[in-house]
């Protein structure tokens, strides 16, 4: 059995522009040199599919390690910062399963499914809005169907939406793990919290005023049936939001990024809605956002190395479809690639912290691919885009297009 | 315990036995049996560990609960008998049960 300090494994400066702009390069690179681990100066980051999967899987011997992050952030005392330790996926496995369990209901594909004519009328309203000029920042056009839904979700008042987008911009940038983020950080915070806390209150008082049948109704009268503490329900609607706007934007800001260079898939798109289901799913395996961290909760042998518990583990989902050693010619972008169940893409995790949004996430980019190139014909790119700091929420940062209005 | 019989879709056959309190997914995962992922490691949320079981087994194989329900309607594959083997608990009463896996379970 190996040490981790006696393997001589590749270094990777995450944090750097360049590492974020092509990570996959770099993922690359430290294959030759270690097949599954390498370091960096936040932890250690496990890039091999296979890896990732026997690993994650293994619940049981990890824990979150959210507060490893507030600690490196020196976060720990604020309210952020205390939002982040105790939120639904860093809580103790009991009341994590409890939690999961009492609001899954509202998380099925069937529920996800009810909720597409939603999500088609909000996409469209969008587009109505924002094709005319045959210009667009796409990325900002896409931030807004994700933020649009959930507001709907648990009936929040629509001229929020852009002071709680903000917050959540800034707080997909924590995980950048640039402390000199924390002020706009806490500050957005606050703001997401304020909101969340009026929800719940204006709904208590008036019960009749909201939707009945609303996610907010859910979570509150469920929360009550089962002595869910107020902080908790709160957190859990902070964590919805959180985690729902950034991926959801993301995914389908690349998915666009990929088919402007893919006119046959694009259109395609627009034709077949079933075939959006393919393209979600290869887009999911292209790109995703998600980096999970864990801290071994124990001494873990892995391919017979010694991975020490406290050992910071980063899990690498968002390059985690690249990797040649799984997927054939991975940098092709193939929605007819041919999907072996062992080799599914696994951009919403795996165990049971796996992502209880992921069938509202499919159905909202399904629908958003299908209709979009109905209305937005022709787009070329028409400027710079950046990138979001790696490890996450990772992606593109702006997407200039110009296109033909329909 | 009780002697659970996989079979595959190219009817291929893993009898095994599986201790009273575990699932039928934590059986097949236990002893290596191909063909269930069980991706949310049994937490009822991804629907990749479908089994079919025959009409005398479903009374004993218990109700599916709302959620699993849910879970499952979406699944391409569809029959009756189709259940998440991560929500049957296993019980002396299914010595002898079979259940099917599905050709895939993407």
């Known amino acids: ?406 | 315990m009780a002697k659970i019989t996989y079979l595959e879709a190219n009817g291929r056959e893993h009898v095994v036995d599986v201790c009273a309190g575990l699932t039928v997914m934590e059986g097949a995962r236990n002893h290596g049996v191909p063909g269930i992922l069980a991706d949310c490691g049994g937490n009822c949320a991804c629907g990749t560990c479908r089994v079919y079981i025959d009409e005398p087994w479903l009374a004993k194989a218990g109700e599916a609960s709302e959620v699993e329900a849910a879970t499952i309607e979406a699944q391409e594959d569809a029959g009756p008998g189709k259940r998440l083997s991560c929500q049957i608990k296993v019980a002396d009463e299914l010595d002898g049960l079979v259940v099917r896996m599905p050709e895939t379970q993407c």
């Open chain 1, 1 to 406: 059995m190996q040490a981790l300090a006696e393997l001589d494994l590749p270094y990777l400066p995450v944090e750097t522009e360049e590492f974020a702009a092509d990570p996959v390069r770099y993922f690359n690179a430290a294959k030759v040199q270690h097949p599954w681990i390498a370091e960096s100066d936040i932890g250690f980051f496990i890039h091999e599919y296979t890896a990732i999967r026997e690993l994650l899987l293994q619940d049981d011997k990890m824990r979150p390690a959210y507060d490893g992050i507030i600690e490196q952030m020196g976060a720990r005392g604020t309210p952020w910062g205390r939002f982040t330790e105790e939120q639904l996926i860093s809580l103790p496995a009991e009341k994590h399963r409890f939690l999961r369990d009492t609001f899954a209901a509202k998380f099925t594909p069937r529920f996800a499914n009810q909720l597409r004519p939603m999500m088609r009328q909000t996409i469209s309203e969008l587009l109505d809005e924002w094709t005319p000029s045959g210009r667009m920042d796409f990325e900002e056009m896409a931030s807004y169907f994700p933020i649009s839904n959930m507001f709907t979700l648990v009936g929040a008042p629509r001229e929020e939406i852009p002071a709680i987008r903000s917050s959540l911009e800034t707080l997909g940038l924590a995980f950048s793990m640039d402390k000199n983020r924390l002020p706009e950080i806490h500050e957005a915070y606050e703001r997401l919290e304020d909101l969340v806390q009026r929800l719940i209150a204006n709904r208590r008082a008036n019960p009749e005023a909201g939707n009945p049948d609303d996610l907010l109704a859910l979570l509150i009268n469920t929360g009550d049936e089962g002595n869910v503490d107020p902080r908790q329900l709160a957190d859990l609607i902070i964590f919805f939001f959180i985690a729902g706007y950034d991926t959801s934007k993301n995914v389908l800001t690349y998915a666009m990024f990929k088919m402007l260079d893919r006119p046959d898939i694009y259109e395609r798109c627009g034709a077949d809605h079933e075939y959006c289901r393919k393209v979600v799913e290869e887009s999911l395996r292209y790109f995703n956002p998600g980096s999970v961290p864990r801290f071994a909760a124990e001494d873990i042998v892995f391919r017979d190395v010694l991975l020490p518990k406290d050992t910071m583990l980063w899990f690498t989902l968002n390059i985690s479809g690249h990797d040649p050693g799984t997927f054939e010619d991975p940098e092709r972008f193939d929605p007819d690639r041919p999907i072996a169940p062992e080799k599914r893409q696994i951009a919403f995790s795996l165990g049971k912290h796996m992502c209880l949004g992921q069938y509202i996430a499919r159905a909202q980019l399904q629908e958003a691919l299908h209709l979009i190139p109905q209305r937005i014909r022709n787009p070329r790119l028409a400027g710079e885009y950046g990138w979001r700091p790696y490890p996450g929420a990772w992606g593109l940062k702006g997407l200039p297009i110009e296109f033909t209005p329909a």
